[in-house]
């Protein structure tokens, strides 16, 4: 279990974030897949009760990030073939749309924008902490979405990110992706600046389909060692 530890600065009553730092640390990977939940262990961990901490796992189930096993526990649940496939072929389809619209919409001050959060990830990209560099890819796309103007749209990404960010954050810790992603992330942008609407969508596609090939290999690596 990787080290990880309660923000009490947070003005939010304590099982919330309780929630939101267990919620954080199997997000990011501290808490691994497959890895138990102790309801002990934790609450001594955090320095708190023990109820907060059986409220998050119950909370987490529903998300999906905790499964119950019997005469076992809770525990994190696994990135399966199937969960990632499930979510990136819907984001995949969501992707293409938001550069389609952002090629006929996107206005000069928020180009200018995707220039300099495109430069922002490079630069992240060249360090090896894989929070920053998930914050600058995250950064980086919600500036593609918003640029579509619409607000269903951005409803429906923001909900599947929620989702997104496990698998983005495996793919982005694999550091021999990095190249690729600055390589990407710079088309995308080209194309988005070039107005060129079928330019864009197969970069966007292809961007979801280099992340799938390479988390579903580390999946099966995973699995062959389990």
Known sequence: MEEFQIDMNEFLPLRDVVF??????????????????ME?????RLGVS????????????????????PRRGAEVARI???SLKD????????DA?????ACERIREEDLERLQKACEEFERAAKGKDASVIAKADVALHDIIVAATGNERLVQ?????????????????????QHDM???????????IAGRDKERASKAAKLHIDNQEESIMKQIRMENQRN
């Open 20 to 37: 939101n730092t267990l919620r954080s640390a199997i997000l990011t990977g501290k808490l691994k897949p497959g890895e138990r939940l």
């Open 97 to 101: 749309l938001s550069v389609e619209l």
């Open 156 to 176: 429906l990404v923001n909900n599947l990110s929620e989702q997104m960010y496990r698998y983005r954050f495996v793919y982005i810790m694999e550091e021999s």
């Open 50 to 69: 023990r109820t907060p901490i059986r409220e998050a796992i119950r909370k987490l189930e529903l998300e999906g990030l905790v499964i119950m096993i």
């Open 40 to 44: 002990v262990h934790l609450a001594n």
């Open 87 to 94: 979510v990136l072929e819907v984001r995949r389809t969501l």
């Open 80 to 82: 399966t073939e199937k």
């Open 181 to 191: 992603l600055v390589a990407e992330h710079r088309e995308i942008y080209e194309s």
